[in-house]
């Protein structure tokens, strides 16, 4: 249950330029990413926007304080359920906007999003695609490499025209593009919580196939990018490694297959090949 029911109501113009008089840059960074992203945790919260503190302990007060005071404004609300891996002890929450918060961020003209209370697969999935775009977010914080674009879920979602003259829409849960100075590497990600059947990811493979024979993602972004699969376990990843590899129709080489802490290694090449389709700008 959240902490407190979504209110029916608008704030108006007035209410807006109140609110926005009291909310920080860090503030409106949290409400925009709580938006894009639906649900994060206390600690993928922490890890994004409180890192200039000398102390985990610090950043974690500092961290509770600021989303305490958004649950004060009813711009933010919490879960107190608990998903595995994700929440320990009993102070960590699972954030998401609350009715305040989506009108602040929402688009101009955009429709109103209705909350319903997320079954716990989509949130754990939910997560987990939280959790790689913060990973994405810390390796890329210092250093050479830079984050240029990162889309998740609908704004990455892209339609076409399948092989059969109908209408495909490729789906993935991530596109993040990646920069140096010498080279620019994108990637659509997946991420697979071992709930689905092998048949069934292997047709969303065929999908990134079929969308590869259309030239329009090579057409937006000069190459097509690598498909990363991030699965819960080795042997999840040496079974559809193995599935992939099967099937005549799937360039076997453009998919990777790794669990969540193999992440910050294949990003940083360090324990993977090059990708196949990469762009010197």
Not at 212 to 226: K, W, Y
Not at 237 to 264: S, W, Y
Request: aromatic content about 8%.
């Amino acid at each position: 249950m959240s902490d407190h029911p979504t209110p029916a109501t608008r704030i108006s113009g007035n209410q807006r330029a109140a609110l926005l008089e009291r909310l920080s840059s860090r503030d409106l960074a949290v409400l925009r990413f709580l938006s894009a992203q639906g649900y994060a945790s206390s600690a993928h919260l922490r890890r994004m926007f409180f890192t200039d503190h000398a102390t985990f302990s610090a950043a974690t007060r500092a961290t509770v304080r600021v989303l305490d005071r958004l649950l004060t404004l009813r711009l933010v609300t919490r879960l107190e359920r608990k998903i595995g891996g994700y929440t320990r002890g009993s102070a960590a929450y699972i954030w998401h906007l609350d009715a305040a918060g989506e009108r602040l961020t929402r688009a101009e003209h955009a429709p109103r999003r209705r909350y319903t209370e997320p079954a716990l697969p989509f949130l754990d999935h939910r997560l987990q695609v939280t959790d790689a775009v913060v990973t994405l977010h810390e390796l890329t914080r210092d250093g050479d490499t830079q984050l240029s674009s990162i889309a998740v879920e609908t704004a990455a979602w892209r339609s076409f025209l399948s092989p059969h003259g109908t209408t495909a829409i490729l789906k993935p849960d991530l596109y993040a593009q990646l920069s140096t100075e010498s080279y620019d590497d994108h990637w659509y990600i997946e991420i697979d919580r071992g709930t689905e059947h092998l048949p069934v990811i292997l047709t969303k493979c065929r999908t990134y196939a079929a969308y590869r024979a259309t030239g329009r993602a090579q057409a937006e972004h000069g190459v097509f990018p690598r498909i990363l699969w991030i699965v819960p376990t080795q042997r999840r990843v040496e079974r559809l490694t193995a599935a992939i590899h099967a099937d005549k129709n799937l360039p076997d080489r453009l998919f990777t297959v790794i669990t969540p802490d193999q992440l910050e290694a294949t990003i940083r090449d360090d324990a993977y090949p090059a990708a196949p389709e990469r762009r010197n700008p």
